[in-house]
Structures are given as structure tokens and as C-alpha cells.
């Protein structure tokens, strides 16, 4: 399973570049969802065979079977209810799959040589794309090409939280430091405004955690060096490589003026494609003013797939058809609110605490360095949700999901109480 998972992870990383440079047609991305099934029908075949069942597939059975008889109710199309049911467990069950699963040291150096590949590849290709010509924006994305920028800075940001953990489980700062380094002037290039606040939010996570595990240590100077660095050199950055060539507002105004914040949150456009553009507090507004007019979709929205729209299967949700503004679908946090309504939001909730919990048990069980490394980095991540589904579709984004639920599932079983492994056996 773990072969598995990795394919899907880096065949959704360099797809888009290739079927760009190749001329490949687009149909070629279903690959990676014919693999992910194939692991879903091993896991249901396998909850057949032993007939054990945990909280979380409960947990999911249950919200699955809620909003697909709330679609159906609301005669919402079938193929286009069960596009919405596959996006919303598509990578959530690879990290169920996987909690039933060892993971091996072996495997913990295969993903760390992966991150570090992944991330000189797409400095790379971004730096060749620079030299080409494409200006500095969402269509320099290394490897995602054409606006991609959305899916790189999240794989940016769980390769950096990977080796955060590493460093907090293991006074290994170096892998840290380099990541970042990279993560900085790659996030330059696409012009990426959340990986400013994202960085300087996980380092000071980062650096609490570290001086909670070890007290006080020299090293922790390290943390707060780090940051102060970023503080004064990522804004320079930007302006030097993207903003001086495209934009007349300074990157540093666009990130402290109040009337650009909201002006950027909250407009509405129409773009060259026809497609209307949110920003994205406008677009959480949209929705809670859709579904707050009646009682029982505020409390369980329109159903799963209300707000979900594929070109290859030719539909659309019917929130998106019945709305105002065309198959914008908006953030995954728009969509949870849209399709669940406020048993969306408890959902969320109920999963964000459950897994810190779990995390945090393992954690304090297990010493072994690999697995607490993986402990926190699942921890950092998962403690930072409410803002990764703010900003983008980031529930169902390709390449860093994979990563993000594999690490997931890790924790789910080495935090299990009735593992029956021993450190000393892994």
C-alpha cells in the first residue's frame, strides 16, 4: 500500500507538466484515481474479512450515508452525488487504509529522499520556466504548471512541516533550514502571499513545541533566528524576483494594509473564461446566505456533491446550478458549509480535535524518533486545518493530500491503545 500511495502522491505532482509538454490528453489523470480505488476496494475487502471496525470508519459511514440521502432528496443527480462522495473520502481513506498498516523505518528514509527530490526538482523546473519567459504568478508552478501555485504551496508546506517534526523529535535542524530556504524563493517565483503567514505560524508553532519537549536548550534560539530571518528576508524576496516585474503594490503593503486584505477577501469578478472569481470570505458569506434560509439546509446543507462540478463526467452540483454565480466552487471550507451545512462544521471540528488527540498520544507513548518526527508533523499540519480550508480546495488537492493522510494513518496506528507492537519491535 505504501508503493501505492506514493504513485498517486508524485503521479498527480508531475502529471500536469507532462501532459503540457507532451501533449498527453487530460484523461491520463485518471490514473491515479483508478489506483486510489483500487486501494479503497482492498480496505473494504479487508474490513469484510476481519470484520474490525474503528470510530473513524464509523465516523465516516455515518456522514456519507447523511449527505447522499440529503442529495437524493433534493433530486440531485446520481453520478454527480457520488462524484461529490468519492472527492469528499478519496484521500481520507488512503490514510485509513494506511492506519492499518506498519510503517517502517525504511520507509521514512524513502519519503524524506522523496521530499528532498520533490523540492530541487520544482525549484528547477520553475527557475527554467522564469528563464523562458513565464512571468513570476500562478502559471510559474514548477511541475503543476498553468495555475498550479494553489497545489505547490501545499507541497511546499508538507514537506516543511515533515522536517519541522524532524526537528523537534530530533534536534535536526539542518533539513528544516534547507526546506525553508527553498520554500521561500519557489514561493517567490508563483508569488504565493499565504506562505509568508503559513511559515512564520509553523515556526512559531514549532518552536513552542520544541521548548515544551526539551525545556531550555540553546538550540531553541535556532527557532526564533528562523524566524526572525523569514520576517525580514521573505518579503525582499518577492519584491526582488516577482512583484518589482508585475505588480505596483509592494508585496509588505499587500500582507499589512487592512483596506488590501479586505478588498482581497472579499471581491467579485468575472473572469476571461466567463467563470466568476470569489474572494474568499465573500464566497463563505455567498454560502451561509444560501443555505441560512431555511432551517434544515442550514443544519445539513444541500447534500454531498451540491457543490462539486467535473468536465470529464459533464455536471455539476445543483447549489452551483441553482446559485447566481456559475460553478465557482470555492474553498473547501465553502464546500463543507455548502454540502454538510452546520453538521459540516461539527464534522470538521469533532475530526480536528480527535486528530491533535491522537497525535499528541502518540507522541507520549512511543520514543522511537521516527514515528514522534511523524507525530508531529501530522500535528503541525492538522493543528493549522481551519486555515488550510479557508484558503484553498485543500481537502481534495492533489500531491500533498496523499502525504498529508498517509502520515495520518501512521499516527492512527501506532496510536491505537491496543497496538499490540513494542517499541523495541518495530
Known sequence: MFALIIFIALFDIFSPILISSLHLPQEI????????????????????MNRRVYSYDIFLLIISIITVTVAISNRQQL?????????????PLIGVVFSEEKFSQRQNRTIEKIFYSLLFIEIFVQFAQWLSGIPSGDNLAGTFYQNGTGKLIFVLLIIIIYFAGKWISQRRPIGLLVTLAIGIVSSAFGEMKLFFFASILILFVS????????????????????????????????????YSQSNSIPFWKQITDSSFISRYTTFLSLDKNGRYDMGRNFAVQYVWKMISRDEMRLTFGDGIGSRGESKSLGSAGIQLLGGDLGLSTGSSLVVFLGEMGVLGLVCLFIFWVFTIFRCIR?????????LVSIGYATLL?????????????????PGSMPFYWLMWGIVMHYSKKNSVETQNGI
Do not use: Q
Open 29 to 48: 489523470r485518471w490514473i491515479s484515481y483508478v489506483v486510489n480505488l483500487f486501494i479503497i476496494i482492498v480496505y473494504l475487502f479487508r474490513k469484510l
Open 79 to 91: 453520478l454527480t452525488t457520488l462524484w461529490g462522495l468519492w472527492l469528499f473520502l478519496r484521500y
Open 207 to 242: 518552536v513552542f513545541l520544541y521548548y515544551f519537549r526539551y525545556k531550555l536548550d540553546k538550540k531553541i534560539l535556532y527557532g526564533f533566528s528562523v524566524i526572525f530571518v523569514v520576517i525580514i528576508i521573505f518579503p525582499k524576496v518577492i519584491d526582488k524576483l516577482s
Open 362 to 370: 502518540l507522541i507520549n507513548t512511543w520514543s522511537v524518533p521516527y
Open 381 to 397: 499540519f492538522s493543528f493549522f486545518w481551519p486555515i488550510w480550508l479557508w484558503y484553498n480546495t485543500s481537502w481534495t488537492l
